[in-house]
């Protein structure tokens, strides 16, 4: 029943934008912290970004910081990433993820709770 359906991937130019989203469905939408991985092909899985709805807090990695905003839209229990300026080392699969939101919340794939199946963000030079 639970589910985290990933939408908006696509082939984008080097220095333009692209926004990913992330519907979700079976949960308790307040009650989790819900952002993105990425993963190159040959690389493992790299956190990207997450959103507490109830709190307010966000949290980007370094190599997207200032070119990525993520939200969240509790009325559609969806959460997006906007991202801007983009580079060709931002072409990966991105996956949506949720993990039950905590005071300290770390961004690892081994904690998740809930994974999306992914879409695939191209970014031609």
């Known amino acids: 029943e639970v589910q985290l359906v990933e939408s908006g991937g696509g082939l984008v130019q080097a220095g333009g934008s692209l926004r990913v989203s992330c519907a979700a469905s079976g949960f308790t939408f307040d009650d989790y912290a819900i952002g993105w991985f990425r993963q190159a092909p040959g690389k493992g899985r790299e956190g990207v970004s997450w959103v507490s709805s109830s709190s307010g807090r966000t949290w980007y990695t370094d190599s997207v910081k200032g070119r990525f905003t993520i939200s969240s839209d509790n009325a559609k229990n969806t959460v997006y990433l906007q991202m801007n300026s983009l580079k060709s080392e931002d072409t990966a699969v991105y996956y949506c993820?949720?993990?039950?939101?905590?005071?300290?919340?770390?961004?690892?794939?081994?904690?998740?709770?809930?994974w999306g199946k992914g879409t695939l963000v191209t970014v031609s030079s």
């Open positions: 993820a949720a993990v039950e939101d905590r005071p300290v919340l770390l961004w690892d794939p081994k904690g998740i709770d809930y």
